[in-house]
């Protein structure tokens, strides 16, 4: 069966520093991948999703970029990180880009 | 994606079935229905989807309109761990989930 890791599970950064985050997918091959955030009392927001090796198409211009070096890895970073950048981080995988969408258990950032 | 609405939080009993009410009265036609449910602290999970007809699976039934503008996903015997919040989605063929503030479920033992 397919199973879905994000790592850290809870991360505190100061204000300026850099930030990664990774997520590994199991048990699949070409898995389409997204990255989510969540703020505190807000939905969930798309940030990022990918088709396959190196193809990265953004949602919403910010401090974020995100990269897929292998075919079951997506890591989400920033240079820089900002107050705003605080939330949950959700990696996401499916079959198809219009399928559905099995998530991960994420990561709390809060950036102080 | 098209709008939905539902109710912003319902209680239920353990063991007592929950009929939770999604209208999407904008839908199109190609437009899915799909739910999720988010468990405190943790990532959405997939719950049910479907297109016309009523669905089913070892989860949730989903009962679909015959106008297909409203929608009741069901579960037969809540139990304790239900207790989420559940999101009614529109997809119409698009890599986005768009989450609106869904419907709080309580369950009370």
């Known amino acids: 069966s397919q199973t879905i890791h994000q790592w850290p599970a809870t991360l505190v950064q100061p204000v300026g520093s850099p930030l990664s985050l990774e997520c590994t997918v199991e048990?699949?091959?070409?898995?389409?991948l997204y990255w989510y955030r969540q703020a505190a009392g807000r939905g969930l927001q798309l940030l990022f999703y990918?088709?396959?090796?190196?193809?990265i198409s953004s949602e919403v211009p910010q401090n974020l970029s995100a990269s897929r070096p292998q075919d079951r890895q997506f890591i989400l970073s920033s240079k820089k990180l900002l107050l705003s950048d605080s939330g949950f981080y959700l990696c996401?995988?499916?079959?198809?880009?219009?399928?559905?969408?099995?998530f991960g258990p994420g990561t709390r950032l809060t950036v102080t | 994606d098209a709008k939905t609405t539902q109710p912003n939080s319902m209680e239920s009993n353990e063991e007592e079935p929950v009929h939770l009410p999604c209208n999407h009265s904008?839908?199109?036609?190609?437009?899915?229905i799909h739910w999720y449910r988010q468990l405190p602290s943790q990532g959405p999970e997939y719950v049910i989807h479907?297109?016309?007809s009523n669905v089913n699976n070892r989860m949730a039934s989903l009962a679909i309109a015959e106008d297909r503008k409203s929608s009741t996903l069901i579960l037969h015997r809540a139990t304790l761990r239900d207790a989420a919040v559940y999101y009614c989605?529109?997809?119409?063929?698009?890599?986005?989930?768009?989450f609106g503030k869904g419907t709080k479920l309580t369950v009370n033992p």
């Open positions: 996401a995988w499916s079959v198809s880009l219009y399928y559905e969408q099995y």
């Open positions: 048990g699949t091959s070409n898995p389409n």
């Open positions: 990918s088709v396959g090796i190196g193809q």
């Open positions: 904008t839908i199109s036609g190609t437009d899915y």
């Open positions: 479907g297109l016309t």
């Open positions: 989605i529109l997809r119409g063929g698009s890599e986005k989930l768009v």
